[in-house]
């Protein structure tokens, strides 16, 4: 049992390329998140997903686009990287208590971390 | 507008003695709470959660305290132990699917 993984742990970008985080969990947890942290700012959400084939916007969505095709895969992508997207990416995932549809999760279980340097 | 605020980026605590970690919120409709653990190049870890409905919960030497009308909580830790210096995020929720994290706080216990 892996939890959840992420790929990958570290990458360096030039501006204006682009990449995709891939983020996968094996606990059959039905919601996943994308948090970027940086210094002084905590983790802040990127975008979520409630179940495979759904995703939604967090407080920091600009410059990211994500995809859940498969309820253990949750992709971050940037089209066109930024010096500002310099960070490092957390995924997340958990699962309702009370089962699915519920408003409070269970705890959230977070990977290690992809550490991302845009030159 | 931060809705989570923790005011103190560092403490440091003698051994066995108490560590208090502080949180303050400004949203009052966030009824779920939670304490998370982090060390150097890991993913945060769940440490302790409270619901709006109880003002006190406990596990083990990790306590949280939850004074709604003040909107604060804070986590308490006896006695500190050396491998409790990480930093420390609280987290809230108000009946969504999302949680909005505070800034954290380096807690450094000295042996």
Known sequence: NAGVTQTPKFRVLKTGQSMTLLCAQDMNHEYMYWYRQDPGMGLRLIHYSVGEGTTAKGEVPDGYNVSRLKKQNFLLGLESAAPSQTSVYFCASSYPLGGAGGPHQETQYFGPGTRLLVL | ?111
């Open chain 2, 1 to 111: 507008d931060q809705q989570v605020k923790q005011n103190s980026p560092s403490l440091s605590v003698q051994e066995g003695r108490i560590s208090i970690l502080n949180c303050d919120y400004t949203n009052s409709m966030f009824d779920y709470f939670l304490w998370y653990k982090k060390y150097p190049a890991e993913g945060p870890t769940f440490l302790i959660s409270i619901s709006s409905i109880k003002d006190k919960n406990e596990d083990g030497r990790f306590t949280v305290f939850l004074n709604k009308s003040a909107k604060h909580l804070s986590l308490h830790i006896v006695p500190s132990q050396p491998g409790d210096s990480a930093v420390y995020f609280c987290a809230a929720s108000g009946g969504t699917y999302k949680y909005i994290f505070g800034t954290g706080t380096r807690l450094k216990v000295l042996a």
